[in-house]
Nanobody, 123 residues
Framework: VQLQASGGGLVQAGGSLRLSCAASGRALSTYTMGWFRQAPGKEREFVGAIAWTGATFYADSVKGRFTISRDNAKSTVYLQMDSLKPDDTAVYYC??????????????????WGQGTLVTVSS
């Protein structure tokens, strides 16, 4: 499956952005989809994931501020980011795990990756 992330940009602290991840090549309905981010000089880190059931899982750093959803008919997954902080500045990546159940936040659990979209939060 090929993934294309979009929606990044520059936003002030406290603002919102919605990222999209469109898939092509295969239907997403049975995949677990994840979002990761990588800030300059830091390791890539897990943001959240959504299983085929719609169950969601989040990193503690974004819980209560970020929401993941999916539209299987459009083969698209979304990351709604609210109450953004400068620490959220990073390149955000979407990823797909062909297993339908969530296996944990490790990046190695995900088989396919999008190219990333940059989110910059100014203070």
């Amino acid at each position: 499956v090929q993934l294309q992330a979009s929606g990044g940009g520059l936003v002030q602290a406290g603002g919102s952005l919605r990222l999209s991840c469109a898939a092509s090549g295969r239907a997403l309905s049975t995949y677990t989809m994840g979002w990761f981010r990588q800030a300059p000089g830091k390791e890539r880190e897990f943001v959240g994931a959504i299983a085929w059931t719609g169950a969601t899982f989040y990193a503690d750093s974004v819980k209560g501020r970020f929401t993941i959803s999916r539209d299987n008919a459009k083969s698209t997954v979304y990351l709604q980011m609210d109450s953004l902080k400068p620490d959220d500045t990073a390149v955000y990546y979407c990823a797909a795990d062909r297993r339908s159940y969530y296996r944990g936040p490790q990046s190695t659990n995900f088989d396919s990756w999008g190219q990333g979209t940059l989110v910059t939060v100014s203070s």
